[in-house]
């Protein structure tokens, strides 16, 4: 066991004493929505949080200054390269440092327990190891920059529905064994500088005021000496969560700790001590990063605003990209494309015409670079190629905007829309263009937009490029009138989803037909007022159009074509936080696309652009497939460095993926009178198909690559090995294609099998390797003591589990072509 982290630090005490319990306390809530107080009696500026893990935001969009969008983490877990996520980290670290971000709110290290989550993508994996080496790289190269790294959301809260109120019941087998081990590999490893508490409560207690968890654990148990923060609003006690071991509460000034704790400390229910060791953790966050007496932030300057396409090196970033896709089938070796034999291209699918780059909610930022599937195809292939794009059906929940520049402001003819803010007593404060149909509460508009009886007004004027039927739609939560031409032709009121996140990936939309002449330009306009504060407002017009109209086109599109290359997946507001999935299916008729296309040519390349998995009934119909992720910025340049072989597809599946719903472990993830029942166990993802015989469509740590490899031998550094101690093994590959190519040597360890409730196997070390055709290589692996150990909930500790263990070597959890025993004593 480690120190007990709490009491004033040495370096910090002077400070502390130097406040009053006033000042003291009023440190422990936000100043706001992104911003800690500073206190000049002390020397602490300000400490300035932004939202991540996939870029950082700052505290609102910034057109002028936006930001680079990374890979979703299950992707940057998919590349299974703890050195690559490190070096990409710290260059997201450094942009944090450029917008003047203190504290990137990231990475998410929860598990991916079932494929339904709404916020998987935020993850990692369904695997505590890999979870656990990607999060430690992740908060290494975030605080490589100087700037803090947050290990979130302390704990179990692996799922979306009712994420505020429901009360995880889990076992604390599991707890350790599953869900702890990447937030203790977090403090201990990366000294990640903040944890945050989830909204959720785990065994009865919420996690903001869970002292089991945040002081027994977290606290004295790991030796966490840093700041354990509230999720935003997500405290609902005084003293409870003074006392259970939470130091800050977002969001503020408001909350329930300012004036209520002040009054528990006087009152003797909360120690001045306790309210010392908060403040002088808080001062320890702040000398970190740079926040205290002009400290540097260990070493860290602050690096001059982002340029137009973001810090992150693009080089390095098209790289991730690359390494993140899996290639999970290629049959017949179409892959890599070569350019000199594609004349002809179709790029099909509603996500070669809206790529979905990012998720939903807090994650979100606005790109540097805007992704064009066929532009980054186009030019890859060269001019004597033609790329021609293809809808194929529809899956948008919103109607989507027009293309950039159909739209213009009416008053100042710049691109964009005019946007009027009134006030509840209908006075105009404020009255602008806005470059996006698409408004949000991060645009930094005016605070009285969220004030009640205020009212919002988009205009815009539109040609349309086709005349007849078109669809405008007008989305958001409250009063929705749309009008064109002046003439009002639809009104209503939406309701309010239950989770305000889900009002703004997914608002509820009022859509309205009209008939539009090409050429013909109309002025259309939506007035607004929102049911509470503002969350965001969306002009969408668009021709309206058939689904069988789109599936025929594009089967004929793919017949005439040397190759389709059909991009399908979520559609935008699919995967979000605030909601979790209702289906695995893709959405709308895209299956029917990807089975019509196919028939007609059977050099098919689908493209599977989501975050979680997805069904694919077609996937013996068509000669490849990549796994895509939501890749970010790079996506296009990305993709077509994988097609035609420029960049092989590195990744590796950190999921698993079901063939049915039916087949997944844990699919629904649904409370039932306040509790989420962890009834599963251990068996999460591959553990749990191993456990039942089942078969996945595609197993975890699967992915294929543009070589072959021969497995040769797995050789422990000993036949036994004493309880509590680490074992070298050695693997050894040989690259036994014809080009140089990238595998990752994956080691399970197998114990015996004498209780069905724990896994027949679980992944105990893993390593990415290169070689040239025909070279071999000796990949040499630590398999941690805690492969060997299991947790004794009677003693509460980990104890050796002595017995005869298998370890297997290979290419993913469903192909392991080597073994070797070893004792444990």
């Not at 932004?50 to 505290?59: N, Y």
């Not at 000496?225 to 005084?238: E, K, L, N």
């Not at 991009?567 to 709308?588: F, H, I, K, N, Q």
């Not at 004498?754 to 692996?781: H, K, Q, T, Y």
Request: glycine content about 10%; some cysteine.
């Amino acid at each position: 066991m480690r120190g007990v982290a709490t009491g004033v630090r040495g370096d910090e005490s002077g400070l502390v004493a130097r406040l009053t319990l006033e000042q003291k306390v009023r440190l422990l809530t936000g100043a706001d929505s992104w911003a800690l107080h500073g206190e000049t009696s002390v020397g602490l500026r300000p400490i300035t949080m932004s939202d991540g893990p996939a870029g950082v935001r700052g505290t609102h969009f910034d057109r002028a200054n936006p930001s680079s969008l990374l890979p979703c983490p299950v992707a940057l877990a998919a590349t299974w390269d703890e050195e690559l996520v490190q070096r990409i980290a710290s260059e997201l670290g450094r942009e944090a440092r450029a917008k003047g971000v203190d504290v990137l709110l990231g990475p998410t290290v929860n598990i991916i327990r079932t494929p339904l989550s709404g916020r998987g993508f935020e993850c990692f994996s369904e695997d505590p190891l890999l979870t656990s080496r990607i999060a430690v790289a992740y908060g290494r190269g975030v605080q490589d920059a100087g700037v803090a790294a947050t290990a979130k959301h302390y704990v179990a809260n692996d799922s979306e529905t009712d994420r505020r109120t429901y009360d995880a019941r889990i076992t604390e087998t599991v707890l350790r064994e599953l869900y702890l081990p990447p937030f203790e590999a977090c403090v201990a490893e990366a000294d990640v500088f903040l944890v945050m508490a989830a909204y959720n409560s785990v065994n009865g207690d919420t996690m903001t005021a869970n002292a089991t968890l945040l002081n027994d654990l977290l606290k004295s148990e790991w030796g966490f000496a840093g700041v354990v923060v509230s999720d935003w609003s997500a405290t609902t006690s005084t003293v409870p969560s003074a006392l259970a071991g939470l130091d800050v509460v977002m969001p503020g000034p408001r909350g329930p700790w300012g004036d209520k704790l002040l009054a528990a400390v006087r009152s003797g229910a909360v120690s001045e001590s306790t309210i010392d060791d908060k403040v002088s953790r808080l001062l320890f966050l702040a000398r970190r990063v740079g926040g205290l007496n002009g400290a540097s932030g260990d070493g860290a300057a602050l690096i001059p605003g982002t340029t137009p396409h973001g810090l992150v090196d693009p080089v390095l970033l098209r790289e991730v990209t690359a390494r993140s896709f899996v290639m999970l089938s290629n049959e017949r070796g179409l892959l890599p494309l070569r350019a000199d034999r594609v004349r002809k291209l179709a790029l099909i699918g509603p996500n070669a015409m809206d790529p979905q780059t990012q998720g939903g909610g807090s994650v979100r930022v606005l790109p540097a670079v805007r992704t064009d599937l066929a532009e980054s195809l186009a030019k890859s292939l060269g001019g004597s190629s033609s790329v021609s794009v293809h809808q194929g059906c529809l899956t948008s929940f919103t109607i989507a905007a027009p293309a950039d520049g159909a739209l213009v402001d009416p008053v100042s003819g710049k691109p964009g829309v005019r946007l009027e803010i009134r006030d509840d007593e209908g006075v105009v404060v404020h009255d602008a263009p806005f470059p996006s149909s698409v408004a949000t509460w991060w645009d930094g508009l005016p605070d009285v937009i969220h004030l009640p009886g205020s009212e919002v007004s988009m205009r815009a004027r539109y040609r349309p490029a086709t005349g007849g039927r078109h669809v405008v739609g007008a989305a958001g939560v409250g009063r929705l009138r749309i009008s064109v031409d002046g003439s009002a032709v639809a009104e209503a009121t939406t309701l309010s989803p239950l989770d305000i996140v889900e009002a703004l990936s997914r608002p509820p939309e009022l859509r309205v037909p009209v008939d539009l002449q090409a050429g013909r330009e109309v002025e259309v306009r939506i007035d607004y007022r929102p049911e509470a504060r503002f969350v965001t407002l969306r002009l969408g017009i668009a021709p309206l159009l058939e689904d069988d109209h789109l599936i025929d086109e594009a089967a004929m599109a793919a017949a005439e074509s040397d190759v389709a290359v059909v991009v399908v997946g979520s559609a935008d507001g699919t995967e979000s936080e605030g909601y979790d999935r209702e289906s695995l299916a893709l959405p709308g008729r895209q299956d029917e696309l990807v089975s019509r296309v196919a028939a007609a040519n059977p050099n098919t390349v689908v493209v599977v652009n989501s975050g979680m998995a997805v069904l694919m009934p077609w996937a013996g119909e068509v000669a490849a497939i990549v796994q895509a992720w939501l890749p970010g910025q790079a996506f296009g340049d990305a993709l077509a460095d994988v097609l035609l072989g420029v960049m092989e597809p590195g990744g590796r599946l950190p999921v698993s993926l079901p063939r049915t719903e039916a087949d997944s472990p844990v699919l629904l993830a649904h409370p039932e009178a306040g509790d989420l029942v962890y009834a599963e166990g251990l068996l999460v993802g591959y553990r749990g198909f191993d456990r039942a015989g089942s078969e996945p469509l595609f197993a975890f740590g699967h992915g294929l690559g543009y070589t072959d490899w021969s497995y040769q031998s797995v050789t422990p550094a000993a036949a036994s090995v004493v309880g509590g101690e680490d074992l070298d093994v050695t693997v050894t590959v040989r690259n036994a294609g014809t080009r140089t190519g990238r595998e990752v040597v994956q080691l399970y360890v197998e114990g015996p099998d004498d209780d069905a409730r724990r896994p027949i196997r679980a992944l105990a070390a893993f390593a990415p390797v290169s070689a040239d055709a025909g070279e071999e290589v000796a990949v040499r692996l630590t398999v941690p003591a805690r492969a060997f150990m299991r947790f004794d909930e009677v003693r509460r500790e980990w104890l050796s589990h002595p017995a005869a263990y298998t370890l297997r070597a290979g290419r993913s959890s469903r192909d392991l072509g080597l073994s070797a025993r070893v004792e444990v004593r």
